[in-house]
């Protein structure tokens, strides 16, 4: 079992800042993967930003504004969030895909509330 847990969410006025960790721990004996995730109110849950094996991806409403970035030695990935705006308003999940020889398990966080205000 991993657990995934999360902080750095809040409030914050258009155009602000926040960053988000996600510290991962438990079993992990193989490669892992982490991303965040988002689900706005009403909305399905959207991929935000991820760390592949071979580089990060973006959602494109965040590139330019959005960096993933992670500290191996603390399986901890953060996500700083710059030029804030009310449609990045939403909880944001950690997601973690760890593998162990060739099996593969996702795991997800509990979730931290970003709200953005006019």
């Known amino acids: 079992q991993v657990q995934l847990v999360e902080s750095g969410g809040g409030s914050v006025q258009a155009g602000g800042s926040l960053r988000l960790s996600c510290a991962a721990s438990?079993?992990?004996?193989?490669?892992?993967?982490m991303a965040w995730y988002r689900q706005a109110p009403g909305k399905q849950r959207e991929l935000v930003a991820q760390?592949?094996?071979?580089?990060?991806n973006y959602a494109d409403s965040v590139k330019g504004r959005f960096t993933i970035s992670r500290d191996n030695a603390k399986n901890t990935v953060f996500l700083q969030m710059n030029s804030l705006a009310p449609g990045d308003t939403g909880v944001y999940y950690c997601?973690?895909?760890?593998?162990?020889?060739?099996?593969?398990?996702?795991?997800w966080g509990q979730g931290t509330q970003v709200t953005v205000s006019s």
């Open positions: 997601e973690a895909e760890v593998w162990s020889g060739h099996s593969r398990h996702d795991y």
């Open positions: 760390l592949t094996s071979v580089g990060t």
């Open positions: 438990g079993s992990i004996t193989g490669n892992i993967y």
